[in-house]
């Protein structure tokens, strides 16, 4: 059983930047590929980057490429998701999740386990 716990969510303006966290509890993080998602009001639940156990694969949804970066700490515990040059449309609430694998890709139903979710409104 994993328990994850996001934070690092508020509000910003547009070109800001955030950095999310994501603490794992358990001793095995480091076998878990580790993903982002995010859902904006009104909206499925969609794709944004994901990691493999060891942080050398990385994956990014188009719509985050070259300004959001995925990263992970294993002697912490931790997956982070640096967002830089913050849009207005990147509002949503942003869930990390944990897959039982080495790697895992873009769906959902990949990951086995998931964090509560923690908001990122950007303005205009």
């Known amino acids: 059983q994993v328990q994850l716990v996001e934070s690092g969510g508020g509000l910003v303006q547009a070109g800001g930047s955030l950095r999310l966290s994501c603490a794992a509890s358990?001793?095995?993080?480091?076998?878990?590929?580790m993903g982002w998602f995010r859902q904006a009001p009104g909206k499925e639940r969609e794709f944004v980057a994901a990691i493999s156990w060891s942080g050398g694969s990385t994956y990014y949804a188009d719509a985050v490429k070259g300004r959001f970066t995925i990263s992970r700490r294993n002697a912490k515990n931790t997956v982070y998701l640096q967002m830089n040059s913050l849009k207005p449309e990147d509002t949503a609430v942003y869930y990390c999740?944990?897959?039982?694998?080495?790697?895992?890709?873009?769906?959902?139903?990949?990951?086995?386990?998931w964090g509560q979710g923690t908001q990122v409104t950007v303005s205009s």
């Open positions: 358990g001793r095995t993080f480091s076998s878990y590929a």
């Open positions: 999740a944990a897959a039982r694998t080495v790697v895992a890709g873009t769906g959902g139903e990949e990951y086995d386990y």
